[in-house]
């Protein structure tokens, strides 16, 4: 998916982060705090290690299950970071927990935090901007008690996380990632705001209650459960690994991937809100839950049949572009471009003439309104290529052609194609895995051609800005 070799080495500067600040506050000479923070410096450095190893060399996901229990435990049994207290939620009576079921609980919230991490890393980032998240608002926290301690060590962690994603997002002067996270990161993340949130709603004197944790974790809770619990829906195993986490939905629906990212972080952050406004104007906690239990089962709701949602996705986003001026309704929700019918015809010729007799294409045109000043009707086209069952073609033959059209359009007309993805079932939200995840559909989708389809766009070479937004005529 990636035109250049991108390194997964995103967790380094978090832990050289979190080691400093360990060690700065190691210094300032409070010897209370030797042993808590000695095991947070060792448990970070066996998730980054565990991490980077499952980078080089993908660990069964039975292995990594038992390191997380190992740091859980050193967590609870050694650094003394355990859940015994789990709020006022039995009509404003405490429930607490104790011996083995707090051990119990407290290893199950730590390795649902490491991996919840893991699970929403699935585009550029996502992941980082919600642990940033995440950290500003439990950093809110340790600022209002006072938390000194906390404090450096929220900042220091913030200050790796930023780091990172200044190397990671794309922005105008910087169109691809230079550095992923990784497991290594997404894991040492996860184990650090886990820690965080249990640490600071224990204890005498809690800095919030355990129920504002969910909220200021919200959007990786929401995910990482919503997805097991439709996995088991379908008869599928919550463990197996599949695009139907809410960022690929939200793709599937058409959305960029700086758009998903800004739009769940902006979500993550006003729940995280609504969590802290619960806290400080000291409502119910039992309410509290309430409320967050029901944003739970209505997104549940909603995703429960992820093809119904990422139509009204799609329809609303293109309602909105359209309404800003970013593209036209004529443009189908497909590709909004800005092509002459001259050189529609043009491109139609050179496609086919560049193609050899084994590849079939299928073009459509969409005429919509001009954006630009002239009256002149213009066009948006997609382009799919696919080879005859019957005519026995290797795949480095098929991807000969691809790369000789490209590069005759790009030479002779100035335009390029831009690759959609594979036809197969994983990009089909009617099909999932060896069966259909919603019932029977009634009829075939009328664009799988076939195991070797390609999809294309095709798009100018030289881009124009428009409304702050490249007129790039990216698919919808």
Known sequence: MHDVQTPFVGGSGVLVALCLAITVIVISGHSEMYQKYFVLALCSIVMFFTGFIDDAIKLPYKVRFIVQAIVALIMILVGGVVLNDLGRLLWDQPLLLNGLFAIIFTSFAI?????????????????????????????????????Q????????????????????????????????????????????????????????????????????FSIPIMDTIGV?????????????????????????????????????????????????????????????????????????????????????????????????????????????????AKETELIAKEVSDGLGSNINFSMRIFKQPSVSDSPEACYAITLNLWVAKDICVSKEEFNQYIISLQQQLREQRGVQLRQFGARNGDLDLKTYSSGYAF??????????????????????????????????????
């Open 111 to 147: 390795i649902g935090s490491i991996n919840a991490i893991n699970m929403i890393d699935g585009i550029g980032g996502l992941s980082g901007s919600i642990s940033l998240s995440s950290l500003f608002l439990i950093g809110i926290v340790a600022f209002i008690v006072g938390n």
């Open 149 to 216: 301690h906390s404090l450096i060590l929220i900042t220091a962690v913030s200050g790796g996380v930023a780091g990172f994603l200044y190397y990671n997002l794309r922005y105008a002067s910087k169109h691809f990632a230079r550095v992923f996270l990784g497991d290594n990161g997404s894991m040492l993340l996860g184990f650090i705001i886990g820690w965080m949130l249990i640490d600071h709603s224990q204890g005498m004197n809690p800095a919030m209650t355990p129920v504002t944790a969910l909220w200021l």
């Open 228 to 340: 097991m619990l439709r996995r088991i829906y379908l008869g599928k195993s919550p463990l197996i690994p599949d695009h139907l986490h809410l960022h690929h939905l939200l793709l599937k629906a058409g959305f960029f991937v700086s758009e998903i990212t800004c739009l769940l972080t902006s979500l993550h952050i006003l729940l995280g809100a609504i969590g802290l406004a619960g806290l400080y104007l000291g409502l119910p906690e039992f309410i509290m839950l309430l409320g967050f239990l029901l944003i739970f089962i209505g997104y549940l709701w909603l995703t429960l049949q992820p093809g119904h949602f990422v139509s009204i996705l799609r329809y609303h986003r293109i309602l909105l572009r359209t309404r800003l001026n970013f593209a036209s309704v004529a443009s189908c929700g497909v590709l909004f471009g800005d092509y002459s």
């Open 439 to 476: 019932g029977q559909p009634k009829t075939v989708c009328r664009r799988a051609f076939g195991p070797q389809a390609l999809v294309f766009e095709v798009t100018r070479s030289i881009y124009t800005t428009s409304f702050g937004v490249k007129n790039s005529h990216k698919s919808h």
